[in-house]
């Protein structure tokens, strides 16, 4: 069955641009970043923070007290008498939480709900996990996000071979891959048009970066940082990653810094916080799958399809489908079993292109899905994604503009 009672006002809703790592995000603290842009954000929509009933962080990456993640982070940004959980599903992050705070509203917990979305794979933490009972009483350690990148502990392979994986079995040559990511850079292009009036739809622009004491300006960011600007040749030259494979790092994703926000809320609230009268968005439903190990990118499938049944619609209903696509396999696969054309999916920019923060990623694109829809005055949007553990995640919404 899909949601009834979920309901996004229009505008209320935001991201930072993403920056690829170690650059000018590279030495926020995430949450205290996330708690001033949504600060920010919320202020210059006219959202009376102390209004917000519930709060719901998403993160994967650990900050420094992250523990109090959630209350602290809420109370960082304006309203110390609210709390909710905080989400870590790798990839999928974003979906979850945007699928939890509609859970909150469905059920009548909440009547206003904000879900912040924040990491850092800058700087990423080193662990040190104690065992006397190790050689010579020596702990194991652990380097967050190299460390998982490059070892899923339950299928016993890296990010990459589930993208190899899958292409071998498909048969999803490196031609291919360029082909999409020339199209996918070119979309992405298409959000900086006329002085990045796209972006600017949605973008908390400029950010200014200072240096610990608040005082001395370090960087102005004006937009994401990272995006390439392939060519056909420069991507053929490219070798692939593993030898005998097929995806090569100008065929996959990059991982950044960056953060996004979301209110939800019902129908009523909506119409009165809504930045245009004449948009109503609706969230209608959440899908997710698993499927055999090392084969992350066809999670995307079962994901999109259990998102869409529930919202009781097909594929031909959508107007708008945007994917998280770590590697270019994924658009790949997508389209092959949908039977829709590259160009359907991801206008004006995907994680491929921009980066991969991880846990805002979904949610920035969901919210470029919004804005595409009302551009195109309303219509069903579909978001799908991989996630780690070979799982995926999707999330229906409906745009209706009068």
Known sequence: MPFEKSFVPYGCYWSTPFCRWQGSF???HALKFAAEVAHRALTERKVPIDQI??????????QKSCFYGAPWTAGMLGNALITGPMIGQACATGAKCVQ??????????????????????SNGPHLYFPNPLGPGGTGEKEDWVLDNFGDDPFA????????????????VTKQEQDELVLLREKQYRDALANDQAFQKRYMVLPIEVKDPSGRKVLAT???????????AEGLAKLKPVQPDGTVSFGAQTFPADGNCGM?????????????????????????QGRVRKGFMAEAII?????ALERAGIGIKDVAVIKTHNPFAVNDVLFCREFGVKWERL?????????????GPTGMRLIIEMIEELVLRGGGYGLFDGCAAGDTGAAVVVKVTCK
Not at 53 to 62: V, Y
Request: aromatic share 6%; net charge negative.
């Open 26 to 28: 590279a030495n926020l």
């Open 53 to 62: 009933e519930t709060f719901i962080l998403g993160w994967t990456i650990p």
């Open 100 to 121: 939890t705070a509609a859970h909150e509203i469905e059920c009548g917990a909440s009547g206003l709900c904000l879900t912040v979305t924040a990491d850092r794979c």
């Open 156 to 171: 016993k392979n890296a990010m990459i071979d589930t993208a190899e994986n899958c292409a071998r079995e498909y048969k």
């Open 221 to 231: 960011v004006t937009g994401d940082e990272g995006p390439r600007n392939s060519t």
């Open 263 to 287: 209110l939800v809320t019902t129908r009523d609230r909506a119409r009165e916080l809504s930045l245009d009268k004449n948009v109503e968005i609706q969230v209608l439903s959440y899908g």
């Open 302 to 306: 079962p994901a999109a399809k259990q």
């Open 346 to 358: 991801n206008n004006y920019g995907s994680s491929l292109v921009y980066g991969h923060p991880q």
